[in-house]
């Protein structure tokens, strides 16, 4: 059997084509994990589950324009990735071309890009202003990082409490490891949620995927965003900024309730919180245990 001319190089790689067609099969069959309402799962592809308006828009952001983008840019420079392998490779061409440069090329791959990025920053500053500009809000809780837990504070209702990561021991069925938190803060459904964000130490991130809130939690400045949540859930995030060496036992968890329910809930914690037994600025306990 005679093979057709040059076709020495394509079998010269059949073994990292075969490599990459036996992955991509495999990923296929295995299937994607989607995301969940509130959390990630292992394997998730994708972003959380939106449970905000601000994390839908963010994510029509991601899924209709930038991942398009990002697909049809990879594919165009593996494409000529590519061909300058089985094409421009020394056997092929054993005389080295002359050509040092094309002005018209260079012109369009500059032009090119520029033209891109301003075709994504247009959607991008829409976005950014949406999340900037705080619409009037229904409550405020004031969120407050420490090395290694978080304080959330309810001022219009008179009382603050401490949230510390559970230690292992103390979960319960149902618990996410590393994501369950002794006192969750909790917020009504459908409420636009003022949330202003410190710290007492270093800078934290007060992060929440599902709400699309991500602010730096900065000593001695005090930052805001804000969310409403339109599904009744549990929804957790997670310090991230590098803060310590605890840093990943500082996870974030809200509660969505309806508003009987936060009723009931804001009745019970005025009377927990009240007597305000945790000092604030006290220090740092282990993150796996409060004591």
Request: charged fraction near 15%.
């Amino acid at each position: 059997m005679r093979f057709p001319q040059n076709s020495g190089h394509w079998l010269k790689h059949r073994g990292v084509l075969a490599l990459l067609g036996a992955l991509l099969l495999s990923v296929t069959l295995a299937g994607p994990v989607f995301a969940q309402l509130g959390h990630a799962v292992p394997g998730q592809i994708g972003l959380q589950d939106s449970a905000t308006p601000i994390d839908t828009e963010i994510r029509t952001f991601y899924n209709g324009i930038l991942t398009p983008i990002i697909f049809a840019v990879s594919i165009f420079v593996g494409a000529l990735l590519l061909i300058v392998i089985f094409r421009f490779n020394e056997k092929v061409n054993p005389t080295p071309s002359m050509l040092t440069h094309n002005t018209t090329l260079e012109v369009a791959w500059t032009i090119v890009p520029v033209l891109i990025l301003v075709f994504i920053a247009i959607p991008s500053f829409r976005l950014l202003d949406h999340e900037l500009v705080i619409p009037k809000t229904d409550l405020t809780v004031k969120v407050t990082g420490h090395q290694w837990y978080w304080t959330y504070a309810y001022p219009s209702d008179g009382f603050d409490f401490d949230s510390y990561i559970k230690a292992d021991k103390d979960l319960k069925p149902g618990d996410l490891r590393q994501l369950a938190v002794d006192n969750e803060a909790v917020v009504p459904v459908n409420k636009t949620v003022l949330v202003q964000v410190t710290a007492t130490d270093v800078i934290h991130s007060f992060t929440v995927p599902s709400f699309g809130v991500r602010i730096d939690a900065v000593p001695g400045r005090l930052n805001q965003t804000w969310f409403r949540a339109t599904k009744e859930g549990i929804y957790y995030g997670q310090c991230s900024k590098l803060c310590g060496e605890n840093h990943a036992y500082m996870p974030i968890a809200f509660r969505v309730v309806s508003d009987a329910d936060y009723a009931a809930w804001l009745a019970d914690a005025k009377k927990k919180f009240s007597a305000n037994a945790l000092p604030h600025y006290a220090d740092a306990a282990p993150a796996v245990a409060r004591n």
